[in-house]
């Protein structure tokens, strides 16, 4: 397994500003995702978080208003810009491992936003 | 995303009883599935998992069944104690998609009364 500790754990921000996400894992991981969790909604894949090249984005989402960064294996950012009140939810990171016959992924225990 | 999805939104049990939280998928190409316990202000915490060439695989108090035939995935969890409230979801992985990268069910919010 591994420890994933996100920053900020919570945070409450004004809309049209932007707020950028730590993730910090305690040991070295292949993949690693960002999700978003909407008030009473399940986890949505926003992307995965390439080590030294762009972040490759699901359906709905775009490098404009989450950009990513991930410069070695044990950290990454996400960050949530030009904020507005459908922005809030939770945003988690998650991590994998690569090179094992079942890949479960981790999470981190995410960060809960509101926009105001 | 993918279509992975939930009979029952909530499930209540008393302790002691068996509970059975129940999944669906859409995509044929789904060879790994997880399923998560998701407590109030927590992430989503790894429970079990079983790959599409297997129909039935055990953990401790847990046991996944899969029925490839129908695309129904079901979790199983014997003795429910209270500290298993929570909100359970499915998972599942794509054949040949990057490994990690989930498609998350809706959720089953499954409460525990004593």
């Known amino acids: 397994s591994a420890v994933i500790s996100q920053k900020p754990s919570r945070d409450i921000c004004q809309r049209g500003t932007s707020l950028t996400i730590q993730c910090q894992v305690d040991?070295?991981?292949?993949?690693m995702f960002w999700y978003r969790q909407q008030p009473g909604q399940s986890l949505t894949l926003i992307a995965t978080a390439n080590q030294g090249s762009e972040a490759t984005y699901e359906s709905g989402f775009v490098i404009d208003k989450f950009p990513i960064s991930r410069p070695n294996l044990t950290f990454s950012t996400l960050t949530v810009s030009n904020m507005s009140p459908e922005d809030s939810s939770i945003y988690l990171c998650?991590?994998?491992?690569?090179?094992?016959?079942?890949?479960?992924?981790?999470f981190g225990q995410g960060t809960r936003l509101t926009v105001v | 995303g993918e279509s992975v999805g939930l009979h029952l939104p909530t499930l209540s049990v008393q302790e002691g009883d068996n509970s059975i939280i129940n999944c669906a998928y859409s995509n044929s190409a789904s060879d790994y599935f997880i399923w998560y316990k998701q407590e109030s202000g927590k992430g989503p915490q790894f429970i079990i998992d079983?790959?599409?060439?297997?129909d039935k695989r055990q953990g401790q108090r847990v046991t996944v069944l899969l029925n490839k035939t129908v695309k129904h995935l079901s979790l199983q969890i014997a003795a429910t104690q209270p500290g298993d409230s929570a909100v359970y979801f499915c998972?599942?992985?794509?054949?040949?998609?990057?490994?990690?990268?989930?498609?998350f069910g809706r959720g089953t919010q499954l409460t525990v009364w004593p």
């Open positions: 040991s070295q991981v292949t993949m």
């Open positions: 998972a599942e992985n794509i054949r040949g998609s990057t490994l990690g990268r989930l498609y």
């Open positions: 998650s991590v994998a491992f690569g090179g094992r016959p079942n890949t479960e992924a981790f």
């Open positions: 079983i790959r599409s060439n297997m």
